[in-house]
């Protein structure tokens, strides 16, 4: 019977602004950006800090996508929110944390602006601390929350529990 041992750790990017195997760019300093180190907010508010600085990237930029872990408040200190480019052909994840990462375009329909908050969206889970999602599934703007190995799915437009 032989032993496996697997060893984890953090290793320092190279400088050249690559990470993770995908281009990443430090966005400078913005009094507008929220510390992540000290607040925790809901994903609309994170948002406000992040679309000048995708939209300086790519004006044609469309948010597809969101994500974070929450408190049961539906709150959290990291949100990463996806843009697509249709002109540049990528997808951008845009971290509260100032980070930018480029991707493969993914071909998936915006969100709008017209979507519920994590705070309401957490208010009709119910649920403690989980990961919150927002995207388009089958033609609805959807929320879903997992926390603790249950799943509430909420249409985004209504506030609704589906």
Not at 37 to 45: G, H, R, T
Not at 67 to 84: A, I, L, Q, T, V
Not at 85 to 100: C, M, P
Not at 123 to 133: A, D, K, Q, R, Y
């Amino acid at each position: 019977m032989g032993i496996v041992v697997l060893l984890c750790g953090c290793v320092s990017g190279p400088s050249d602004g690559l990470t993770g195997g995908a281009p990443s760019a430090d966005l400078g300093d913005d009094s507008r950006v929220i510390d992540p180190a000290n607040a925790v907010y809901s994903a609309k508010d994170g948002l406000e800090n992040v679309k000048a600085r995708v939209h300086g990237l790519r004006t044609d930029a469309v948010l597809v996508a969101v994500n974070g872990f929450c408190d049961s408040e539906g709150r959290s200190n990291h949100w990463e929110y996806y843009f697509d480019s249709l002109q540049g052909k990528k997808e951008y994840v845009v971290t509260t944390s100032n980070i930018v990462r480029e991707r493969p375009y993914s071909f998936r329909a915006g969100l709008g602006d017209d979507w519920i908050d994590s705070v309401e969206t957490s208010s009709v889970c119910g649920m403690p601390s989980g990961e919150f999602t927002l995207e388009v599934v089958d033609g609805t703007t959807v929320w879903t929350v997992i926390s603790e190995g249950r799943t509430c799915s909420v249409d985004a437009l209504s506030g609704r529990k589906i």
